[in-house]
């Protein structure tokens, strides 16, 4: 029996078609008698720029087709619009599970309540889980198992995504930026690979990344370029574990105003109109 899903952010999809992903990024997991294939999509929200309307899009346009669907909340931190996209994703004709992430840092008691608060909210599964500590990770996954269909096998059992190493380099560079100025650049941050060419044991990888206020070029390259290197230092880091090999890193900052209104700037930045 193999099986075959995907996955999501806030919402989370699980289908046995794999055509469906264009555009999304996919992941694939594979198991003696199952395979499971994720579909990465971006956050519900309401969008104020082009390129929130296209991630809300690529939200829609992943529903159709799927088997099983995901909704991801933070534990730790339950708002509103979480409990918003809960009750609207409850009505679509699928199984569904509510994934309540980090439970490694939220209380036994605020979680046994929070479980409770959405006992009521029409989802087949809720599953408290830690990405970080593993916890729960599995039960999930075999839970999402039952739920699928049998189907082909599509893929190979060495492949882990259908993104070109170029493009996952981007999004680990983003993804240390972001993680280092979520509260002064929130998402407006965006990264060209510029080169990327392998000299023997070493591979080069220059990059810019691009902002859309001066005030923000100097917040990401910090004090001397301290953050800078730090966004380098962890980026490389992944970088050199994904690839298995030494990474040469070169790093650049550029103001780009309303990039992410910008359709041009948005497919250079790994982004495809739909």
Sequence with gaps: TMMNAMVGEKVA???????????RIMGVATDKDWQIVFLDTPGLHKPRTRLGEYMVK??????????????????????PQDRAIVEE????????????????IVEEARLMAAIQSFAEAG????????????????????LIVSYLPE?????????????????ICAEIIREK??????????????????????????????????CERAAHKGIIIGKQGAMLREIGKQARGDIERMLDAK????????????WRNNQYQMRNFGYEEQ
């Design 13 to 23: 999809i699980v289908s046995n078609r794999p055509q469906t992903t264009r555009n």
């Design 58 to 79: 690529s939200v829609q346009d992943a529903m159709d087709g799927i088997d099983v669907l995901l909704v991801l909340v933070d534990a730790n931190e339950i708002g």
């Design 89 to 104: 994703m409850s009505a679509r004709k699928v199984k569904k599970i509510l994934v309540l992430n980090k439970t490694d």
């Design 123 to 142: 989802y087949d599964a809720i599953v408290p889980i830690s990405a970080r500590t593993g916890k729960g990770v599995d039960e999930l996954k075999k």
């Design 151 to 167: 189907g082909p096998k599509y893929f190979p059992d060495d492949m882990m995504t259908d993104q070109p190493e170029r493009q």
């Design 177 to 210: 930026a972001l993680l280092h100025l979520c509260d002064e650049v929130p998402h407006g941050i965006g990264v060209e690979m510029l080169a990327m060419k392998r000299r023997g044991d070493l591979m080069e990888i220059h990059a810019t990344i691009y």
């Design 247 to 258: 990474v040469y890193l070169e790093l650049w900052v550029k103001v780009k105003e309303g």
